[in-house]
């Protein structure tokens, strides 16, 4: 009973982590916007396959390895923190853009899979979510897990994720979340994009301080 009371707390906490605003709430809230819904739930998708692959990094013990190995950190934190800079300006930039909406089916080949790669990389940009998920599991899971334990949460992490952004995805595909975006886009844009690119900026900055 206890390992199943330790389980739900491990994604209690990671749960209000997903909830928390941030660069991936940003991608995939536009991404819901500006497409389909299920464009939206492509991205909300990504944003689970990116939980599960830091579970799995996790659940390896290869979090420890970054943490011990200075320079793939850095390195990480620099890259990382680049690509979110360049997502934050591509959004400033675009801010004044009439945003084409999707109308149905014909000419959309491959959006839903271009929404999964953009958010799968959002969410792997950021090396701090590693290190998120190898510290709880090393704070929250007992001295000697059992297997089926490691074996379950990378997929339940998935869902929770998952689930957590297709509610962002089918909310902000809705008409009134949706005309409410597009009334106020120049100014939501320019705040998303000072958003992401700060984040990507701290981390650049921070990967660089590393190396002094």
């Not at 997903?18 to 709430?25: N, Y």
């Not at 013990?61 to 923190?81: K, N, P, S």
Request: proline share 5%; charged share 15%.
């Amino acid at each position: 009973m206890s390992e199943t009371v330790t389980l739900l707390s491990i994604l209690g906490v990671f749960l209000l982590g997903a909830m928390s605003p941030g660069p991936s709430f940003v991608v995939v809230s536009r991404i819901a916007v500006a497409g389909e819904r299920r464009d939206g739930l492509a991205a909300a998708v990504g944003m689970g396959a990116g939980g599960f692959i830091f579970a799995c990094i996790a659940v390896a013990g290869l979090t420890a390895l970054l943490l011990q190995v200075a320079w793939l950190d850095i390195l990480l934190r620099v890259a990382g923190g680049a690509y979110l800079m360049w997502i934050g300006i591509k959004i400033w930039r675009g801010a004044r853009d009439k945003l084409e909406i999707a109308a149905g089916q014909q000419g959309r080949q491959g959006s839903s899979r271009k929404a999964f790669v953009r958010a799968l990389l959002v969410q792997l940009a950021n090396p701090k979510t590693a290190i998120f998920y190898g510290s709880m599991f090393a704070a929250m899971l007992p001295a000697h897990p059992p297997l089926w334990m490691l074996l379950a949460l990378p997929p339940l992490l998935f869902c929770n994720e998952f689930g957590w952004y297709a509610i962002v995805a089918v909310t902000f595909s809705a008409s009134r979340p949706r005309s409410l975006y597009l009334r106020a886009k120049p100014w939501i844009d320019r705040t998303a994009g000072a958003i992401v690119g700060a984040l990507g900026t701290k981390l650049m900055v921070e990967g660089l301080r590393a190396v002094r």
